[in-house]
């Protein structure tokens, strides 16, 4: 793919034509939801689609990474399900419009659902081409990618049915060649002879071994029933043997005439094999041409945007967080940090209560988070000096740390605005002995990140969970799950990726909570008072003393809940 100067303002253009992925099947124009990318997108498009496109299928690939690595036992058929509801959460919004025109544009049903079936095939190449392109830079973020396509490749052309296959295999693998039924019959006895030197199922080679046999049954049954009887029939293909070296050295394939003859099922990783190679070779090609991809005048436009997409968070921006739940001073800092901050932040606080210092690495990653949330610098000074004596006196303290804690407010030296540690920076800053920042599902061993969890009251599943994913060196989903576990809420989609977004969604969950306690309280108490004021009622009716009280109870009840609610009419709570 070569990525030309655009002309127009705003816009993206690529080489090449769209419609690799467009098959024809009789006279209906057929767009199969899977490629093999050998074809790049060439048309102009506004750069606000190009970085869209990318977002959304950059959420699609870490969400499906995310749901793999937490259900390692699911079947291929719920991942699958997990990427389809995936795309429809990320990519749908984003194709809906081209079906909307075309029904707007008067277009049948049917057209107006090739249009969106169109456009999202269109969509689904640019968003790949554009993560390919960003994505080809370095090793490590090739090597993600590609892994991560593979993957939804896979799946998916594992998931299709027999049909589908050989209409993909016959548009976009033509060296995979369908055997046809009477060849099929010719050498059925052969291949059931392989198989069975290679102890396959039982299953499978009756399979083979019945192939053809019932033909004359079905067809008694109808036109429905041969259908039926085609997509069971075993199907294989015919593949120069030169191409599967493999299989032919193991002997697992009937060979004649220079051809393989490979079954349906183990075709499937071949093909996923050579998707993997085609999209490696584009990786490779594109990184080396990466200066060139871009020309001159896009180099301050183009060139960074795409250079940002592989370091974008696709969580939501929590910079706001400070003015949202910005009451917090040094005086209820360590309340708030026990109830809502992760076990980094949470960490360096209780390290620096017991050691009453921290090292500069410490200092940074707390006081920049500390910044975040909103602790105004004076707080801030306050909070430090407080927790740094009696070990520094407040001479020493305005000596030697007030001026960092200034520079990190923007006050002193450059008057930079500094933002708070993402988690991929925190992860990487380990420090050494006596250092204290870091994350702790990367520093700290099994029983001490047990232990540090037990102390949040973390459910214990979720503890476990945490452990068995910081093993595994994904400390992010650790985080996630000791954040689900602490908090009581289902799973979440993503990694957490900022130690705000821990921090943002702690609050917004308990202010949700609060609040939600506070009007089941209010709705109670009208309740009561509803109940009490109907028995007061009866009391009044039939002179029954109980139910008198009750009324009282209840009058009394009302005339509480208007003066709750800063009712100051003369009479209203008596
Ligand atoms: S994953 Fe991020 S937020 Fe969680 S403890 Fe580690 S650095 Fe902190």
Redesign the pocket.
């Known amino acids: 793919m070569q990525f030309l100067a655009t002309t127009k303002p705003g816009a993206a253009e690529f080489t090449s034509q769209l419609g690799g992925n467009a098959a024809r099947k009789g006279n209906e124009r057929m767009f199969s939801d899977l490629s093999m990318y050998s074809t790049p997108p060439s048309e102009n498009i506004t750069l606000e689609e190009f970085e869209r496109l990318a977002l959304a299928r950059l959420s699609v690939l870490k969400e499906m990474e995310a749901y793999r690595l937490r259900h390692s036992n699911k079947t291929e058929k719920e991942y699958l399900d997990k990427l389809n509801q995936l795309k429809q959460k990320h990519m749908k919004g984003l194709t809906a419009s081209a079906a909307a025109a075309a029904a707007a544009a008067g277009a049948s049903g049917a057209a107006a659902t090739s249009a969106a079936r169109e456009e999202e095939v269109r969509a689904d190449n640019i968003s790949h081409y554009v993560l390919r392109l960003a994505y080809c830079r370095t090793a490590e973020l090739r090597k993600w990618f590609l892994v991560q396509e593979c993957e939804m490749f896979r799946l998916k052309f594992g998931m299709y049915s027999a049909q589908e296959h050989e209409d993909f295999l016959s548009e976009h693998a033509p060296q995979y060649k369908l055997v046809p039924h009477a060849e099929l019959l010719s050498v059925r006895d052969a291949i059931v002879k392989v198989m069975r030197s290679n102890l396959e199922t039982r299953e499978a080679i009756s399979r083979v071994e019945n192939f053809g046999r019932d033909d004359a049954d079905a067809k008694s049954k109808g036109p429905r029933s041969t259908a039926d009887a085609r997509e069971l029939e075993p199907k294989f293909y015919k593949v120069a043997w030169t191409l599967v070296p493999e299989l032919v050295s193991q002997r697992r394939v009937l060979l004649r005439g220079g051809w393989a003859y490979v079954s349906r099922e183990a075709l499937a990783p071949l093909v996923v094999a050579e998707f993997r190679t085609g999209v490696s070779r584009g990786l490779s090609e594109m990184a080396r041409r990466w200066r060139q991809m871009f020309p001159a005048e896009e180099e301050q436009r183009l060139q960074p945007l795409v250079a940002s997409l592989t370091n974008r968070s696709l969580v939501a921006d929590y910079s706001g967080v400070a003015t949202r739940y910005g009451d917090v001073s040094a005086a209820n800092l360590p309340q708030v940090a026990a109830r809502h901050f992760?076990?980094?932040?949470g960490h360096l606080v209780s390290q620096l209560a017991a050691e009453r210092h921290l090292r500069h690495g410490g200092r940074q990653q707390l006081g920049l988070f500390l910044k975040g949330i909103g602790l105004p610098m004076e707080e801030a000074l306050v909070f430090w000096r407080s927790m740094f004596a009696p070990r520094c006196t407040g001479e020493a303290f305005d000596k030697q740390y007030a001026y960092n804690i200034r520079h990190n407010y923007g006050r002193e030296g450059k008057r930079t605005d500094y933002t708070a540690h993402?988690?991929t920076t925190?992860?990487g800053s380990s420090g050494g002995p006596g250092d204290h920042h870091?994350?702790?599902?990367?520093r700290l061993d099994e029983s001490a990140l047990r232990a540090a969890l037990g102390r949040l009251k973390c459910d214990d599943r979720k503890v476990e969970e945490a452990v068995s994913k910081a093993r595994d060196g994904h400390?992010?989903l650790?985080?996630a799950a000791?954040f689900e576990g602490v908090h009581r809420v289902p799973e979440m989609d993503v990694?957490?990726?900022?130690?705000l977004?821990?921090y943002a969604e702690s609050r917004r969950i308990c202010a949700e909570r609060e609040s939600a306690a506070v009007q089941g309280a209010a709705a109670a108490a009208t309740e009561a008072a509803a109940a009490a004021a109907t028995a007061a009622t009866a009391a009044d009716a039939g002179g029954d003393p109980a139910a008198a009280a009750a009324a009282d109870a209840g009058k009394e009840q009302r005339g509480v809940k208007r003066a709750a609610a800063g009712d100051s009419t003369p009479g209203a709570a008596r």
């Open positions: 992760p076990l980094c932040m993402k988690c925190i992860v870091g994350c702790p599902y990367r400390y992010q650790a985080c000791a990694g957490i990726s900022a130690p977004q821990y």
